[in-house]
Structure formats: C-alpha cells, structure tokens
C-alpha cells in the first residue's frame, strides 16, 4: 500500500544530491557521489511488438554500440553493406520503464538495499490528466488516480520538472503499470516513477520523461549485476561521461538541407532508412510543412534569440526523427 507523504528530510537527500542535474553529464540526470553509474536502455520494438536491444540493432545495422550512444546512432547508419536493409521499428519508451524491465529491475534492486520496505518515489506530477476516448462517446477527461489532496499539495521540484511524492515498498515502483485487460486500460502512459530511492540510500533509479533511458547509481556489485543480466540492457558509465554528439555526417546532410530551403524552399533528405522531403513556405510568419507526414511548424525569423537557418535547422532534425521513427 502506498503512502502519499512528502517527507522533507528525504526529498531534501534527493535534491541536494541533483544539483548538478542537467549540467550535460549521463550520471547528472541521477543523484551524485556513488561508487558506479550505469545506463538502462529502454528497449525499442520490432515488426511483432516483441523488444529489441540497441545492441542488436547496432549489429544489423553494422554500426558500433558504446555505453555513450543515442538511439539515432544505432538506429540510422550513414550507410549499410551491401545486401542489409536498415532495422525498421519502433524506438524506445521515453520517460519510464515498461513492466517487463521494471519487474526485473525490482528484482535486483531488492538484496542491495535493507530497507526494500521503505522506498521514496517521485512520479511526475503531469501523471493522469489524460482525456478518455470511446466510440461512439465524446472525449472525456479519465479519472484522476491521484488523490485531489496530493494534486494541491507539495512538490518536489527541479529545474523544468514537477514531482508528487509517495513512500512504499520496493515494489510499488509497479504500481502505476497497467495491463490492457485491467479497468484503467486507457492510462496509456502507465509508467514508473521518474526517481526510485531506499531510506538507506543504497542505490537510486533515475528517469525523465524526454529521455529513452534510465540510470542507475549504486555500488560496483550492483552496477556489474545489472550490465550481466541478460534481461536488462544496461551499460556502466563514468560519472563524467555525456551523450555523444549527432553524427558528423547527418549534421553535414541536414545543412545541405537547409541550404536547400533557404536558397529554393524545398529539400529532400536521403538517408538508409528512407527519405524526408520538406519545403518552406510563406513570408514573415515562415511556414515549413513536412511533407512526408504532412506535420508542419511556424518559424520566427524575427526572433532575435535565434537566425531562421537556426531554426529551419532545428525543425528539420526534428521531422528527420519523427518521420523516421527515431522518437
């Protein structure tokens, strides 16, 4: 059973060990000064549902997999060998685990902790406000799994982030994950908490709702237990390591992209996985549609902050990923 609280004492654990979150670093997203780090790959998805490890996506794709890698590393070659079409399928979960990895993860998390019954969770706070939609019926807000009490009530904060506080067991990690035959089936985003910790601060589980993996501070055995376990994914990172940057390649082959828009307002991105077409139109207010998904964005050339090749940049990197299904 779990227990709304806000326990200051423990929140106050977790927030002074994130103070360095978002400074670039893998480990920064998780609390500081553990022995080891190590990095959850969400699984991605093939043709028949089933979860794929990056690793073996980097494999067909005859490109190397390193514990620093982004999806689109893996996922988009700059070129195949002869013969091998690119992996086509869905990319990884953003924001939490799926209950398979989770269920496993409690598991292990559990001989390395003493106090598996007395965990603190922070769940996003953005967490069930969902709209309901039926047939036939018109959309209705779903209800709110969390008590009205705890919506009006203290939060844990971060920089861009909004946490509600609940205290269990170990297990209720799982708590918010629903399967399709329960009654709460339309909880889409069902998920696991974004932060997981012990009373006895022996290890921490960290997630965010941009990113398709978790990470995992703990000792040195539990690191190696996990990177061993052949149901997870997860690789041991330094406390100083950052993603790597976008592929020098794809950077080149979206400036010419842009060159392409800004000079003639169209521009087509060829790449293993398939083509992206995009054009500009409109002045002032420049419009760019995304042809191939028909998803469009306004740009701002105005905007002081930004040039529109800078723009136009980020808004083809962006349908880039969307339309080949990176994100």
Request: proline content about 9%; overall charge negative.
């Amino acid at each position: 059973m779990i227990e709304w609280t806000f326990d200051p004492h423990e929140v106050e654990w977790m927030l002074e060990h994130l103070k360095n979150m978002w400074d670039g670093r893998l480990a920064s997203l998780a609390p500081g000064g553990f022995p080891a780090y190590g990095r959850l790959l969400h699984p991605a998805h093939g043709p028949d549902n089933a979860g794929v490890r990056w690793a073996d996506i980097a494999a067909h794709n005859a490109v190397p997999m390193t514990p620093t890698r982004a999806f689109v590393h893996v996922a988009l070659p700059e070129c195949l060998p002869d013969g091998v079409t690119a992996w086509i399928g869905r990319p990884p979960r953003h924001g939490g685990l799926e209950r398979r990895q989770a269920g496993r993860l409690v598991e292990l998390l559990a001989p390395h902790t003493q106090t598996a019954d007395r965990v603190s969770f922070a769940l996003s706070a953005d967490f069930g406000r969902y709209t309901r939609v039926r047939p036939d019926l018109p959309p209705e807000p779903a209800p709110d799994p969390i008590p009205p009490s705890v919506r009006q009530g203290f939060r844990m904060r971060v920089p861009g982030r909004e946490y509600l506080v609940y205290r269990g067991r170990l297990d209720d990690a799982l708590v918010w994950m629903h399967q399709k035959d329960s009654p709460n089936w339309w909880w889409i985003d069902a998920q696991t908490p974004q932060f997981w910790w012990p009373l006895d601060h022996s290890w921490a589980v960290a997630s965010d709702a941009a990113l398709p993996w978790s990470i995992i501070a703990g000792s040195q055995d539990l690191i190696a237990q996990l990177v061993r376990d052949p149901q997870l994914e997860v690789m041991a990172i330094t406390e100083d390591d950052v993603v790597e940057p976008r592929p020098a390649w794809l950077t080149a082959v979206i400036d010419r992209a842009v060159h392409d828009l800004m000079n003639h307002r169209r521009a087509v991105i060829d790449t293993a996985r398939g083509a992206v077409f995009c054009h500009m139109t409109g002045n002032g207010a420049t419009g760019m549609r995304i042809e191939s998904g028909g998803g469009w964005a306004l740009l701002h050339p105005e905007r002081a902050n930004r040039s529109l090749e800078d723009q136009v940049f980020d808004r083809v990197w962006g349908a880039l990923q969307t339309q080949l299904n990176l994100l």
